[in-house]
T-cell receptor, first 116, second 115 residues
Framework: AQKITQTQPGMFVQEKEAVTLDCTYD???????LFWYKQPSSGEMIFLIY??????QNATEGRYSLNFQKARKSANLVISASQLGDSAMYFC?????????????FGQGTRLTINP | GAGVSQSPSNKVTEKGKDVELRCDPI?????LYWYRQSLGQGLEFLIY????????KSGLPSDRFSAERTGGSVSTLTIQRTQQEDSAVYLC?????????????FGSGTRLTVV
């Protein structure tokens, strides 16, 4: 079974609009972490935001916020006021377990295109 | 170094040849991970090393793939008798063992093409 599911292969959004990228996850471990990474055409993986399973509040980092709905096992990324430079692949990932150094499991990604 | 360094950045090899890919993690990072990314796909976990513990090899796709980490630092991923389906970008990442909340730092990858 897929541990991380991203159902949107591609999205097209007008510049300055907000965009939500979907991510659902599957785990029976009570302790886990959820990550979002951005991969522009250059190929580098850029860390955007992190949410721990015990965090009470949704994580925010500048224009990025994570809409964490634990009961629904959902961790959607919200980008406010999108910019042309936001065009990239976006990956949701999960780390299971309480210890820091565990492997990340990635979803298939969503290709986001921002139109001027 | 300041970041995770991978070499070579590009490698073209003939089918059947062996290749070695190198990863230099961030100094002091005790955990090191290898991933494979085929064109347009997500990242597929291959193997990870954590301190002196036995590596988690659960993601290696076949016995043609192996990896080692010497002295708790540099890692080499070896692919023997390469096949065309091995063509992909191989990404390395490192993290601190204790605190990896956002601290998985990725290298720029090695693009492997098997012809």
């Amino acid at each position: 079974a897929q541990k991380i599911t991203q159902t949107q292969p591609g999205m097209f959004v007008q510049e300055k609009e907000a965009v939500t990228l979907d991510c659902t996850y599957d785990t029976s471990d009570p302790s886990y972490g959820l990550f979002w990474y951005k991969q522009p055409s250059s190929g580098e993986m850029i860390f955007l935001i992190y949410q721990g399973s015990y965090d009470q509040q949704n994580a925010t980092e500048g224009r990025y916020s994570l809409n964490f709905q634990k009961a629904r096992k959902s961790a959607n990324l919200v980008i406010s006021a999108s910019q042309l430079g936001d065009s990239a692949m976006y990956f949701c990932a999960m780390r299971e377990g309480a210890r820091g150094a565990q492997k990340l499991v990635f979803g298939q990604g969503t290709r986001l295109t921002i139109n001027p | 170094g300041a970041g995770v360094s991978q070499s070579p950045s590009n490698k073209v090899t003939e089918k059947g040849k062996d290749v070695e890919l190198r990863c230099d993690p961030i100094s002091g990072h005790t955990a090191l991970y290898w991933y494979r990314q085929s064109l347009g796909q997500g990242l597929e976990f291959l193997i990870y090393f954590q301190g002196n513990s036995a590596p988690d090899k659960s993601g290696l796709p076949s016995d043609r793939f192996s990896a080692e980490r010497t002295g708790g630092s540099v890692s080499t991923l070896t692919i023997q008798r390469t096949q065309q389906e091995d063509s992909a970008v191989y990404l390395c990442a490192s993290s601190l063992e204790v605190r990896a909340l956002g601290g998985y730092t990725f290298g720029s990858g090695t693009r492997l093409t098997v012809v």
